[in-house]
């Protein structure tokens, strides 16, 4: 059987930054896999700016930040292997493989990343009634149709969900000269971020409604209207608040879901809250040897973010494929746990061993919270705070913390004041 | 002119025309679907019937029982997921135990052999079986199907057996002719025929009574089912219902079950609903509403309550909506219409339609014999020949396969692992796929749970390149119902370019 240190599944940019970073750190036998034709991942249909404000400080598109990391990839030689689909991963760390050159193989790994993103949540999920035509289209979907192979997916649009993908197609389609009826959102609040909201909607003038919802869906062969209804407090639609508004196409933009199908076959913990890997503070998974890191673990909104988790998640690889670091185990980590406004809680454990690095503590807030504060409780008290003007659900949090401070807590918990 | 002309492509339809392709016959199957089985025989719940529970004696109860027998050949020959993998109605309350003791006298009248459990037998089988499930009625001659790949398998079948199809062709008007009869269709084509077989569905009631002294009406009774992600059918390896519960409008319905489906997924439904419209399929709040409502009670009955103690809200994938073609008489309708002679009707084959459709269609093939005296084919063909999904391959068969064809090591549909060799041949076989949705029910292609997010742009690329078809033509379902309506202003910029 082929052997290989670390096995990287997925060359976007989670697994593209976790191959340089390990590279960088001592590891030279390192394998990506890649399903598509190419590097680069979903950054290769996202054309427009706004990428690496914060890890190069410069303004790029997504091709651009996808191309600086496969050059890194290509200056260092990295293997990659692309057409490559995973079909399976063992608890034992074997892969198998598939492409159509070399047909089907397994890999033995010494370390696995996992690094496969997300998917989008698709109309069926959201349980929209009404009838099935054509023109019910996912954000990314259509942003492939438009950015990749140049067709329109509609000329007259409803969106659904103000996700930042949904937020950023809703500009393009102006620009290509499609009618953008209107934005909503069934949340009291955006779930994309602000700077999205106010250069893809408001300075086009689209409207974005808050606390609606399409409760109905109407067209026998392509969509002719979708019906817009208010939500109460409990997200039930408002009887009397119906709109039947008129449109071709009804896009969904109302959440990712990480792709976590090899990570389950793999037998890794998941949990519930971030619908990714239960990790500790390595982004070591309960399976020893196994990492996960970026939107397979949890949603991100910026890709930068992305990439400087994933180089962590590289540099733990190839301290563990070298002995520098020990196998995951959760029972003699301190545990993390979502106190009040928390979600989403990344990571769940941490290791009572001594790091060069501060620890950095990630999540979601469960509304909009003003003049709030995060707050670090070691078994009851407060070992770091930050305050913060506005926290929302449409922007992740982070909160470093020392390592010192914690080392002897029983539990760690983090919440909002 | 043709010898039988058979309107509608739905089970009946399609197993009258398999059954009839053995004999030197000339044969035309007219649907006005997009293509075929787009009516009664796709949104249902996918269940083979034990046939317990039709009253005894009618042709509901008879029909059952005999296509029940006939599934492990029919989709053997034919290559279509089917197991018998039981039915059991789970009772919650002495009343229901009653009605478990009824079911069985009257499953022993039918000739089905159903097992009474109590409690501790349900245990014995389902240790993880809820608090409150006082008992049931297995059935081990149940059964689960993929109710398309059936139907589209027992149409390539009749086609590669000589029989044409016309898709998108409704029957507007029917005129006896000396001999037989004359269709027209939408578009003023005509169809000369001696026979006419009528398994029009939700729409038989239009056709008989265009041409029969005694008429009849369908009631198009609606059910809707949502369908759950592959990752919860580890628990759920038996159809249970609930006690079946009479309607208000005639008829019974066997009620809200949890079936796991042919394919791996799971499926849940259906509630009953009576409609005007023969074709309005449209899911609404109010179904998806009664059988989630439904789930969030009886869940804690089943056995996979012990893994998921709460109904999974999050794991419903896709809602669908079928419509029952329930007669006025709460019996099938089969044989010739009386005042024309000729004209044959399969009609109201609501539940278990799906499990009676064989053998009607081959008791409808009798009625043909006997009255044309038909020569047998020599060179008939039981089978059809079909790629071999790649998911249900073990590693020896995926690496033969990627050998003989490397299209197989192309993953189109990542949830459901479909590969571009199977949609390639999806679009090349007899009734062929024509449209995104044709290649998803042949194939499964864009089924799982992305619902065909990310593969869908791939499939539109496949067909093309397989029919010759820019991707504006390119339909989800046929006829308009186009996915992409134009090109992006870089497109446009590309041509004008030297």
């Known amino acids: 059987m082929r052997q290989v240190d670390i096995l990287i599944v997925g060359g976007g940019s989670a697994g593209m930054a976790a191959a340089a970073a390990a590279h960088e750190h001592g590891a030279k036998d390192i394998l990506i896999l890649e399903r598509s034709d190419r590097l680069g991942g979903i950054l290769c249909q996202c054309i427009h700016n706004g990428f690496g404000l914060h890890r190069y400080q410069e303004e790029l598109t997504g091709p651009e930040y996808a191309r600086r990391n496969i050059d890194v990839i290509r200056e260092r030689k990295i293997p990659y292997s692309l057409n490559t689909f995973v079909l399976d991963i063992t608890p034992e760390k074997v892969a198998t493989i598939m492409d159509p050159e070399h047909g089907l193989q397994k890999i033995q790994a010494k370390a696995i990343i996992l690094a496969m993103g997300c ?210 185990e959760f029972a003699a980590c301190i545990p993390v746990v979502e106190g009040r406004g928390v979600g989403g809680l990344v990571p769940q454990y941490i290791c009572r061993t001594e790091e060069p690095e501060p620890l950095k503590l990630m999540f979601r807030p469960r509304g909009v919270y003003q003049n709030a504060a995060i707050c670090v409780l070691a078994d009851g008290s407060c070992v770091a705070r930050k305050k913060s003007l506005v926290l929302t659900p449409g922007e992740m949090c982070e909160i470093e913390l020392d390592r010192k401070m914690v080392t002897d807590a029983i539990q760690v918990c983090v919440e909002i004041q | 002119m043709w010898d039988v002309v058979i309107v509608g492509a739905g089970v009946c339809g399609a197993a009258t025309a398999r059954a009839l392709s053995r004999y030197q016959l000339r044969i035309a199957v007219l649907e006005k679907g997009s293509d075929v089985c787009a009516g009664a025989s796709r949104g249902n719940s996918a269940m083979v019937h034990g046939g317990f529970d039709p009253e005894p004696g009618t042709l509901k109860a008879k029909y059952n029982v005999l296509g029940n027998r006939m599934f492990d050949r029919l989709c053997e020959e034919l290559q279509v997921p089917f197991q018998r993998s039981g039915t059991l109605i789970l009772a919650t309350s002495e009343a229901d135990m009653k009605s478990v003791e009824e079911l069985h006298q009257r499953g022993e009248q039918n000739g089905v052999s159903t097992v009474v459990m109590d409690r501790e037998a349900l245990l014995q089988r389902w240790p993880t079986m809820g608090e409150g499930a006082v008992g049931g009625l297995f059935c081990p001659s149940g059964g689960i199907v993929c109710p398309y790949t059936l139907v589209i398998a027992m149409c390539e079948n009749a086609a590669r057996n000589g029989v044409q199809f016309y898709l998108d062709t409704e029957v507007t008007n029917i005129s006896p002719l000396e001999d037989g009869w004359r269709l027209t269709s939408q578009d003023g084509s005509t169809f000369d025929t001696k026979l006419v077989i009528n398994c029009a569905g939700t729409h038989a009631d239009r056709l008989n009574n265009l041409v029969s002294t005694e008429k009849f009406r369908i009631l198009p009774r609606f059910g809707a089912h949502l369908i759950m992600d592959r990752e919860y059918i580890k628990w759920v390896d038996t159809t249970i219902t609930q006690t079946p519960t009479k309607l208000p409008t005639g008829g019974h319905t066997k009620g809200m079950g949890i079936m796991p489906s042919a394919d791996g997924t799971v499926i849940l439904g259906c509630d009953s609903v009576d409609y005007t419209d023969p074709d309005d399929v449209a899911t609404t709040s109010r179904s998806i509403n009664a059988i989630v409502d439904y789930f969030k009670t009886f869940w804690k009955y089943l056995p996979i309550s012990a893994v998921y103690p709460n109904f999974p809200v999050e794991g419903v994938i896709n809602a669908y909506g079928g419509l029952r073609p329930h007669p006025d008489r709460d019996d099938y309708i089969i044989g010739e219409a009386p005042g024309a002679p000729g004209f044959l009707n399969a009609a109201g084959i609501e539940s278990p339609g799906l499990t009676a459709g064989p053998a009607i269609g081959e008791h409808m093939a009798e009625l043909v014999v006997e009255k044309l005296h038909p020569q047998k084919k020599e060179n008939y063909l039981p089978g059809r020949e079909i790629c071999k999904p790649f998911r249900e391959m073990d590693e020896q068969e995926r690496r033969a396969a990627i050998r003989e064809n490397p299209d197989y090591a192309k993953i189109v549909c990542r949830c459901e692992q479909v590969t571009e060799a199977e949609i390639r041949d999806a679009i090349r076989r007899p009734v062929g796929a024509r449209s995104v949705n044709a290649v998803k029910m042949r194939t499964r292609a864009g089924m799982g749970r992305c619902q065909g997010g990310f593969c869908q742009s791939r499939v539109v690329e496949l067909l093309c390149e397989e029919l010759g078809l820019t991707p504006l033509e390119v339909t989800q379902a046929g006829k308009d119902s186009y996915i992409l309506l134009g090109e992006s202003c870089s497109h446009r910029f590309e041509e004008v370019a030297p």
């Open chain 1, 119 to 328: 998917r989008e949540r698709p109309r069926g999920a959201l349980m929209i009634p009404g009838t099935r035509p054509a023109g019910v289209i996912t954000a990314g979907a259509a942003q492939k149709y438009l950015n990749l192979e140049g067709y329109l997916p509609g000329k007259r649009v409803v969106i659904l969900g103000s996700g930042d993908i949904g937020l950023i197609m809703a500009r393009q389609f102006v620009m290509e000269g499609i009618q953008v009826q209107e934005v909503v959102e069934l949340m009291p609040y955006s779930s994309g971020l602000t700077r999205n909201i106010s250069q893809c909607l408001n300075d086009f003038n689209i409207p974005l409604r808050f606390s609606s919802t399409v409760i109905e869906i109407k067209g026998q062969k392509r969509v002719s209207s979708v019906v817009v209804a208010q939500v109460d407090a409990d997200r039930r639609p408002i009887p009397g608040t119906e709109r039947e508004i008129a449109c071709d196409t009804l896009l969904i933009s109302a959440g990712l879901i990480p792709e976590n199908e090899l990570s389950k076959a793999a037998g890794v913990r998941m949990t519930p809250s971030t619908k990714g890997a239960v990790v500790d503070d390595h982004l070591q998974t309960s399976v020893p040897g196994i990492f996960a890191c970026g939107n397979v673990l949890h949603v991100h909104d910026l890709v930068d973010n992305v990439s400087m988790e994933s180089e962590a998640v590289g540099r733990n690889a190839a301290r563990y494929v070298s002995g520098q670091l020990a196998d995951s």
